[in-house]
């Protein structure tokens, strides 16, 4: 190691924990007496350098994309993350995080890694629930009374459409030939395709018309 004749500055950042105020000198290694290594400065955010915990979370199992409520303590700038998976937090504070499960999640521990510092992982495993499936329904399930004329649609004829578990995504509803035109809303026109969406809970029920 090369000798120092003349003496040097050296800035690094250091994370004191347990440290009990807002300010003052710290010893390392009870080097106190001869000042060998003497560190002046406050501690971040004023908190004593405590390091975040987690004292449980809520639901205790969900399906990817659901959210989840971590309680605790000492919560900055945190990320969150399922089973070593990285989750999108959209609210936080010092007490209370909720996060989405992330694509790709396995059941498991919760930890919350705090400024890039620290890490609390949770006592319990959240447990990631596959999704139902999608499923649909059509009442009446066949084509009756549609007769037209030449150069007349036929009256038009109404089917319920029904799902659950659709999650955010539309329904395209498409004619199966031009010769068949298909319609929310008998009153105000027919077209060969449309999209309904789902109800927040992922639930459709719709009445569509048919003529030909």
Request: hydrophobic share 35%; with cysteine.
């Amino acid at each position: 190691m090369q000798n120092l004749s003349s003496s040097i500055t050296v800035t690094f950042r250091c994370a004191i924990w347990g440290a009990t105020g807002t300010g003052g000198t710290w010893y390392l290694n009870n080097f106190q007496a001869g000042n060998d290594f003497v560190i002046t400065g406050a501690v971040a955010q004023g908190n004593g350098g405590t390091g975040p915990t987690i004292s449980g979370f809520s639901p205790s199992s969900g399906v990817v994309g659901s959210s989840v409520t971590i309680s605790g303590s000492n919560f900055s700038s945190p990320t969150v993350k399922f089973n070593g998976t990285t989750a999108t937090v959209t609210a936080s504070s010092a007490t209370s995080i909720t996060a989405t499960v992330p694509g790709g999640a396995t059941t498991g521990k919760i930890t919350v890694e705090v400024s890039g510092q620290t890490t609390a992982t949770s006592a319990t495993d959240f447990t990631v629930t596959a999704a139902n499936a999608p499923s649909l329904s059509l009442s009446p399930t066949s084509a009756t009374g549609l007769t037209n004329y030449a150069g007349q649609a036929s009256a038009s004829t109404n089917y319920t459409v029904t799902g659950t578990n659709l999650g955010g995504t539309n329904l395209v509803v498409t004619a199966s030939t031009n010769a068949i035109e298909v319609s929310t809303n008998a009153s105000t026109g027919f077209t060969n395709t449309f999209s309904l969406a789902p109800s927040g809970d992922g639930t459709l029920s719709n009445t569509v018309y048919v003529r030909v």
